[in-house]
């Protein structure tokens, strides 16, 4: 049996429903509710709080840290999780910021997601020092990388339009320039090969919800390289960062290497779900993943291209710029999702006019894109989506 088949047996897909919105919110791995259901009634249930010892819930965020860092080519003890992805953001922004004092710009491109820029917003204000956040065009960053720069923090992958960075490239571009170089890989961990050593990032951050499947506000991870890891001064200076935690001292004395990125009580049950969910990429290989999701996405693309002439493709043509996402743009591109996810199709819709497709072979195959590719097709023949209801905003799109 393929191993995507075997893969795909592993998840809870809704009858009928066809899911390509793994970008956004990865579907129930069958795995993590056995787990999360065992974790809450022998650990929490039985052991309360002396689970913290027990079953190992102090160690958590450093033992899942080792497992994500397989995924995007981290060193070992290098990757810890907790908090939001906009709280590590902030922590790894700051820390770069103070490792090159000397210069006030954070540069960055219009393809980031809009979080990470409130948070160099909002750090910004916080350190009141005439710092300033230098937005380009996502072409436009090797050209603005000049000797003003303190740090590049781009996301890899554009949440939009799925048109992916070369990380080593910009990174090298960037230490050339005298800047330190941090990367968001909400849309890249899980979805294509990764590899921030060998790159020689100085920071990461991401998500687990989407291509990792952790669920619902999944915890989020950081990476500290190790030539950074015993130096940095986290800015939220949280208790389990601390040295000795459980010592109670009045003022924070940082602890060993990444373990000082970790901020407040780790989300024992969520990282539960996301140790189960982890098991899956046990069993394939990155570059098997990433071969298959090209495959599929230039399906897709043909296929949609050739049924919906209408639709203009917003993801680079070039499977090597885009990252494990199909976009395309149309003026009712909120409705048009209205009406594919009335029919079982399930994408999301980003302002102001892209449909996006997430394409996830662990649980994705062609029958899934022949049936979004007809579903696409019958909506934009009929023009169903001009219909009212399809037509009023949702909070989440």
């Not at 290098?78 to 953001?89: A, E, Q, R, Y």
């Not at 130096?231 to 990444?258: C, E, K, M, R, T």
Request: with cysteine; proline share 5%; hydrophobic share 45%.
């Amino acid at each position: 049996m393929d191993i995507f088949n075997k893969t795909r047996a592993l998840f809870h897909l809704p009858e009928g429903m066809t899911y390509l919105d793994g970008n956004s919110l990865g579907p129930l791995p069958y795995a993590a509710q056995e787990r999360v259901d065992a974790m809450i009634r022998d650990q929490w249930g039985e052991m309360l709080i002396t689970g913290w010892n027990k079953a190992g819930w102090m160690a958590q965020p450093s033992r899942v840290g080792d497992r994500v860092a397989k995924l995007i080519g981290a060193e070992a003890g290098h990757v810890v999780m907790g908090d939001t992805l906009s709280i590590k953001v902030y922590q790894a922004l700051a820390s770069a910021l103070e490792l090159n004092p000397d210069r006030k710009v954070i540069l960055s491109d219009s393809g980031n997601f809009p979080s990470d820029l409130y948070m160099a917003e909002g750090l910004i204000r916080t350190l009141d020092r005439d710092l300033e956040l230098r937005i380009v065009e996502p072409e436009d960053v090797e050209a603005a990388l000049g000797d003003d720069i303190a740090v590049m923090m781009l996301t890899q992958v554009d949440y939009r339009t799925g048109r992916m960075h070369d990380m080593a490239r910009l990174t090298a571009l960037a230490h050339d320039a005298g800047a330190i170089a941090m990367w968001d890989l909400a849309h890249s961990a899980g979805a294509v090969p990764v590899d921030v050593a060998a790159a020689n990032a100085d920071f990461a951050v991401g998500c687990s919800y989407k291509y990792l499947n952790s669920g619902p506000g999944g915890p989020a991870f950081i990476y500290v390289a190790p030539r950074h890891a015993d130096v940095v001064n986290p800015a939220l200076s949280g208790w389990l960062g601390h040295a000795s935690p459980f010592a109670f001292d009045l003022s924070y004395q940082p602890g060993a290497g990444i373990e000082r990125m970790r901020v407040g009580t780790p989300p024992v049950i969520q990282l539960a779900a996301l140790e189960a969910a982890l098991d899956v990429w046990d069993m394939v290989d990155m570059a098997d993943v990433r071969a298959r999701a090209v495959e599929l996405s230039e399906m897709f693309i043909t296929e949609a291209e050739s049924r919906c002439p209408e639709l203009k493709l917003a993801s680079p043509r070039d499977a090597t710029q885009r990252g494990s996402q199909v976009s395309f743009t149309h003026p009712e591109g909120y409705a048009i999702m209205q009406a594919l996810i009335a029919h079982g199709v399930i994408g999301d819709f980003r302002a102001p006019d892209i449909l996006r497709f997430g394409i996830t072979p662990l649980y994705v195959g062609e029958a899934d894109i022949m049936n979004a590719a007809t579903a696409l097709q019958n909506i934009m023949d009929g023009c169903l989506w001009d219909r009212d209801a399809y037509k009023v905003r949702s909070r989440v799109t």
